[in-house]
């Protein structure tokens, strides 16, 4: 009854899917709203989260070689306008402090939107000769822009990430670095959030803002819009020009450092929440849980259950995040609680699971209710939360794979948006006004082009020119 | 030779300790100055040391039961206004963020400069009742002051820090945490930086915007002024009026909870450098260090040394943060450079080392060498960091030690002031008069009435009128 009760704040993802995803962060206390416009308050269970992010990728990036840099917040209006397309890019979205110290500044310092004019000053400093490179750069931090509607962790004015900056002796190198970052992007979010990804590159007209060619990997959500989860951009020697940036090379010529740089976000919060996420509200992937076992004793007022519980709760801190609620609510509303706020296993003991030396496991995912004896649970838990991660990553495959359809003609496209959302596999031929013509026809975007590519056609979708990529498509946050 | 070269490039600090600062934190790459006034760029190896500052320090705050959370950037100019006397202190010093998105803003937004108001307001949100407290929130940010002079970590216009934020049912449990929480700081800069610090309280003078006690740890530099190395503030339920936060209290009636704040920052690796750093360059201790064994081949052309000082390194690994110099540069110019960057331990292995089954370790602190068996490396290692960090905070308390001095009359005190640098111990009446008189008169000020008091006199070093406390006195970064 309590148990209903509680569920049943959440609006249900078939009434509407944005008001539960909007119960989902505010009831799972993941965020709070500020009366700083479009900011949000990461709260504890919603920061724990991002920890654990940062953690896993972090030992990645140290993995395959890169250090971790601090740039300051701030970009003197004259640094950021050193490169044409960046700074066309990011000018009219960035938040300009023209005070400072009771004084108007002579020049504009602009919050950084994203931090390649302070990195590109910084290494002209530091890269003199080939033996500097490469450079192997990330920073975590905070950055603005100044977005017009926003959705907590989707779209914020401010959010956290990180951002790599790489300088390399070669272009072929540099490239490499850009495919690499994103294979260990692609990686992480299947091996620690369960999401898969599809991988490719985005079209000229979805580029980053100066780069050559951004990669992408796009996560497929429980609605069918596509999300953005992460980027790696290959920008070839144009801010290092820029920047006037020069090594000495091999051949003892001066030479341009070739460049990329890779951002993931706080918006993988949102991603984790539309994939795995139900009408009980978060079903959090294992690696990230901050309590992977909840431990809630039952009847804890009988002789030596809550004892029996904190010291199970001991045992299992050994090999997993794990938290006890001894609290005086009653266990159906701490079942419904921890379900609601995602935790992978729940982990009940009572006075006749002691009688039997035993206790209870229930899977978040499946809600799968297992009597596991005491001495058999570590190889339980791990077991568990190896096949929670599988069956979460096969839920969203399969969820992926039933809404990508492919169109070869524009009735069929069209028809497709119409539809239910998600991927449409449609060929192209390259031109910005076919991918236009598909916005404002069928009121889809490219999602990317991936890097799998299939022979749906030999010809565009839209114009029936000779298609040169497969491209999908679909409606994204 | 080129070991002399090197360190000569490094100003002596008996002849422009200012100078040999910045040589220090420059020559051993800890930052770069960026176009940005008054910020830094933190570079791989400055910024690390900042990873094991918070590596350690995270895990003490989690363990006196904090939670990390996020909060927004910037603050709404009237949000910043809901406490007098906070906004009075903060005001002068804040960047105004004006325009955003194109257009001017209807309301200016401050740049953090600390956040006690965004605390407030989240708070006001979730705080009803006496079972929700108490909040025991922490968060690792940047925050910004517009500082007029800037010196690297000492005092920059963006800083890194962590700042703490808590509210609680009664005033006794408030207090109670913030000593906590100075306790916490000291022990941290004493078993981890091998500083050790001075615990005390500010003056009114001296104290936090808003608050109505700063607790603080105060260093002594090498130069013999102090830095002021964490503060701890307790605040009463000043904000918590003003910002009309209120709790139904176990009599069911409205109360308003007490609250706290505390910080360290960037500014401690300053500390480490003017504590422990010698004419050689940085001196870091053992905990911190980025790299606390270095390994170097000698005549590392020779067969196996390559080998063998590789796989040495991976076996040290195990226990310690270890790396080897495999470059083409003298051993000699190793020595001098890994020196130079302070790293505690050297390991040098050699064709006669490897005859003899042994190898050199070479202390950083005292330059001892050491012969030791390769069997026995570990405990060797193990011992010696933990001799290291024993000599370096010896030293430095024999700096302090050797540098404090009391005072009992002005004659004595503007004496002590016109001589080399340090503490002087005075007694004081209280009267913000006298604390005004000793900064014009003798050009020092309150570092902080320490907790461990001593009458020295039972009249104020000042006016003569009935002291009332012990304060040391010095000059302060």
Wanted: charged share 25%.
């Amino acid at each position: 009854m309590e148990q209903k009760k509680l569920v049943e704040e959440i609006t249900s993802m078939e009434e509407d899917f944005a008001k539960w995803y909007t119960d989902v962060v505010k009831k799972a206390e993941l965020i709070d709203y500020s009366s700083v416009r479009g900011c949000m308050v990461l709260r504890p269970y919603g920061y724990a989260i991002w920890e654990n992010i940062q953690k896993i990728l972090d030992g990645m990036f140290k993995a395959t070689g890169h250090q971790n840099v601090y740039m300051p917040m701030f970009i003197p209006e004259s640094l950021l306008q050193k490169e044409k397309d960046h700074v066309e890019g990011f000018a009219p979205e960035v938040a300009w402090v023209t005070e400072g110290g009771g004084q108007k500044l002579e020049e504009r310092l602009c919050v950084r939107p994203t931090s390649e004019t302070l990195f590109c000053e910084h290494y002209k400093n530091i890269i003199h000769s080939y033996r500097d490179l490469p450079k192997l750069y990330n920073q975590w931090c905070s950055v603005v822009r100044w977005e017009k509607t926003t959705r907590p962790f989707l779209r914020t004015m401010e959010f956290l990430w990180q951002e790599g900056h790489t300088m390399h002796e070669t272009a072929a190198e540099a490239i490499a670095e850009t495919e690499r970052m994103l294979g260990v992007y692609a990686d992480f979010c299947e091996n620690s959030l369960a999401i898969p990804v599809l991988r490719g590159k985005k079209t000229e007209k979805e580029k980053f803002a100066g780069a050559e060619a951004t990669y992408c990997i796009e996560a497929m959500m429980h609605d069918g819009k596509a999300l953005q989860a992460g980027t790696s951009h290959y920008f070839g020697d144009g801010f290092a020009h820029a920047f006037d940036i020069t090594f000495q090379g091999r051949d003892n010529k001066p030479q341009y450092p070739f460049q990329t740089s890779w951002g993931m976000t706080t918006r993988l919060i949102g991603a984790i929440i539309m994939t795995h996420g139900d009408n009980s509200g978060l079903v959090l992937p294992p690696a990230v849980a901050p309590v992977q076992v909840m431990v809630v004793p039952v009847a804890q007022h009988k002789p030596g259950v809550t004892e029996k519980a904190q010291a199970l709760k001991e045992e299992i801190s050994a090999y997993c995040r794990a938290d006890i609620d001894l609290g005086d609510n009653s266990p159906g509303w701490k079942f419904a609680q921890h379900e609601m706020r995602g935790v992978p296993l729940r982990l009940e003991i009572g006075p006749k699971d002691m009688e039997k030396g035993q206790c209870v496991l229930v899977r978040r995912d499946t809600r799968e209710k297992l009597f596991v004896p005491l001495e058999g649970l570590r190889e339980a838990i791990e077991r568990l939360m190896r096949e929670i991660h599988d069956n979460l990553i096969a839920r969203a495959r399969e969820n992926c794979e039933r809404r990508t359809h492919a169109a070869v003609s524009m009735e069929e496209l069209i028809a497709l948006a119409n539809g239910e959302n998600g991927y449409i596999k449609a060929m192209w031929c390259g031109d910005r006004a076919c991918e236009d013509a598909l916005k404002e026809k069928a009121g889809i975007t490219s999602r990317c082009i991936p890097f799998e590519q299939e022979p749906l056609s030999d010809r565009c979708v839209c114009c029936g020119k000779p298609a040169r990529h497969l491209v999908y498509w679909g409606k994204a946050y």
